[in-house]
Protein backbone atom coordinates (compact mmCIF):
# COMPACT_ATOMS: atom_id res chain seq x y z
CA UNK A 1 0.00 0.00 0.00
CA UNK A 2 1.46 3.61 -1.19
CA UNK A 3 -1.87 5.83 -0.90
CA UNK A 4 -1.31 7.19 2.06
CA UNK A 5 -4.99 8.46 2.03
CA UNK A 6 -6.21 4.87 2.36
CA UNK A 7 -3.56 4.29 4.76
CA UNK A 8 -4.95 6.79 7.00
CA UNK A 9 -8.49 5.62 6.65
CA UNK A 10 -7.86 2.39 7.46
CA UNK A 11 -6.19 3.89 10.57
CA UNK A 12 -8.91 5.27 11.32
CA UNK A 13 -10.93 2.44 11.03
CA UNK A 14 -8.86 0.64 12.83
CA UNK A 15 -9.05 3.10 15.80
CA UNK A 16 -12.57 3.15 15.78
CA UNK A 17 -12.80 -0.58 16.28
CA UNK A 18 -10.10 -0.58 18.90
CA UNK A 19 -11.78 1.99 20.46
CA UNK A 20 -15.27 0.68 20.55
CA UNK A 21 -14.40 -3.23 22.09
CA UNK A 22 -12.67 -1.48 24.57
CA UNK A 23 -15.39 0.67 25.64
CA UNK A 24 -18.09 -2.39 25.54
CA UNK A 25 -15.39 -4.21 27.49
CA UNK A 26 -15.69 -1.77 30.41
CA UNK A 27 -19.37 -1.32 30.04
CA UNK A 28 -20.03 -5.11 30.03
CA UNK A 29 -17.06 -5.50 33.32
CA UNK A 30 -19.08 -2.87 35.04
CA UNK A 31 -22.83 -3.53 34.37
CA UNK A 32 -23.28 -6.61 32.78
CA UNK A 33 -20.80 -9.34 34.18
CA UNK A 34 -17.41 -8.55 36.06
CA UNK A 35 -14.49 -10.04 34.52
CA UNK A 36 -12.57 -12.58 36.66
CA UNK A 37 -9.46 -11.99 38.13
CA UNK A 38 -7.16 -14.29 38.79
CA UNK A 39 -5.55 -15.28 42.23
CA UNK A 40 -2.59 -12.46 41.62
CA UNK A 41 -5.61 -10.11 41.24
CA UNK A 42 -5.14 -9.45 37.33
CA UNK A 43 -7.71 -9.34 35.32
CA UNK A 44 -8.26 -13.26 33.30
CA UNK A 45 -8.68 -10.83 29.96
CA UNK A 46 -8.27 -7.63 28.79
CA UNK A 47 -11.56 -5.23 28.10
CA UNK A 48 -10.47 -4.90 24.79
CA UNK A 49 -10.81 -9.04 24.25
CA UNK A 50 -14.30 -8.83 26.75
CA UNK A 51 -16.07 -6.17 24.19
CA UNK A 52 -14.90 -7.52 21.51
CA UNK A 53 -16.17 -11.18 22.40
CA UNK A 54 -19.39 -9.46 23.33
CA UNK A 55 -19.67 -7.66 19.60
CA UNK A 56 -18.74 -10.73 17.72
CA UNK A 57 -21.42 -13.08 19.86
CA UNK A 58 -23.93 -10.27 19.42
CA UNK A 59 -23.03 -9.86 15.36
CA UNK A 60 -22.80 -13.68 14.80
CA UNK A 61 -26.18 -14.23 16.54
CA UNK A 62 -27.80 -10.52 14.97
CA UNK A 63 -31.00 -12.37 14.71
CA UNK A 64 -30.80 -13.61 18.59
CA UNK A 65 -29.52 -11.13 20.04
CA UNK A 66 -30.48 -7.50 18.19
CA UNK A 67 -30.81 -6.24 22.12
CA UNK A 68 -26.71 -7.15 22.59
CA UNK A 69 -25.97 -5.65 19.49
CA UNK A 70 -27.79 -2.60 19.54
CA UNK A 71 -26.40 -1.99 23.21
CA UNK A 72 -22.91 -2.25 21.65
CA UNK A 73 -24.17 0.32 19.25
CA UNK A 74 -25.04 2.75 22.13
CA UNK A 75 -22.19 2.20 23.54
CA UNK A 76 -20.39 3.59 20.59
CA UNK A 77 -22.28 6.48 20.73
CA UNK A 78 -22.37 7.88 24.17
CA UNK A 79 -19.79 8.50 26.92
CA UNK A 80 -18.86 5.83 29.08
CA UNK A 81 -19.27 7.62 32.12
CA UNK A 82 -22.83 8.73 30.81
CA UNK A 83 -23.49 4.88 31.01
CA UNK A 84 -22.19 4.11 33.98
CA UNK A 85 -25.10 5.93 35.30
Not at 5 to 25: E, R
Not at 49 to 69: E, K, P
Amino acid sequence: MKDSNKISKLMALLTVGVVWAHKVGEYKDAKLKPIKRKKHGRLQSSYFRYGLDMIANAYQRAAFSIRDFKLCLKILNRPLQELLK
